[in-house]
Each structure stands twice: as C-alpha cells, then as structure tokens.
C-alpha cells in the first residue's frame, strides 16, 4: 500500500500459516485436532481482516507504546507516529491516524 511518497507496507503470511497448519491437521492425532481446529479458526480470522484493518492496529499499537490512545489529540498523535517512523510523511502519518480513529 502507497500513502504518497512514502510506502507502508503490510506483510500477511497468514494464507501460508494457515496452509502448514491445515496440513498438520491432516497427519495429527485425534486427540489433538481440536487444538489445531482452533487455531485454523483464528489464523482464517486474521486472514479475514482488510489492511486498513491491520494498520489500524499497528497505529493503535504504536501509540499506545507512546503512552496515547488513538483518540488522543490528533496533533500529538500525528507527531508521535512521526517520531515512532520517521519516514512517514506527514500526509502518511495524518491519513493513519485518521483511519486508525474511524475503526
């Protein structure tokens, strides 16, 4: 994903975690598939999620790390993610924290 000048990028190798655990569903002993059940169910459920889904969580994430909440002033917020990735633009920064907001 391209916010300007200034790529974001969201790796997701949930697919391919999701392939492994799938085929050690298939060789595991019955005992232990509910286990493997269960995580399949959680790995297709991030799967699921869109990338202004996991964006938002990483901005969460990194402002939460610099004692704000997402909610906090939009400003401050802007400049901590700034600070936290300095590469970003402050058009990227804004328009992350804009999105993280609205989720």
Known sequence: MLF?????????????ILKVVREALATIAPGEQAGLERA???????CARTEDDVLGQ???GVLSDAGLD???DHAESVAALRKAVPDLTLVVANRLVTNA???
């Open 70 to 72: 997402v909610r906090s």
């Open 101 to 103: 907001v609205s989720q």
């Open 4 to 16: 300007g000048k200034s790529p974001v990028i969201v790796l997701r190798d949930g697919p391919e």
């Open 58 to 60: 990483w901005v969460r």
């Open 40 to 46: 399949i169910d959680i790995i297709e459920a991030q």
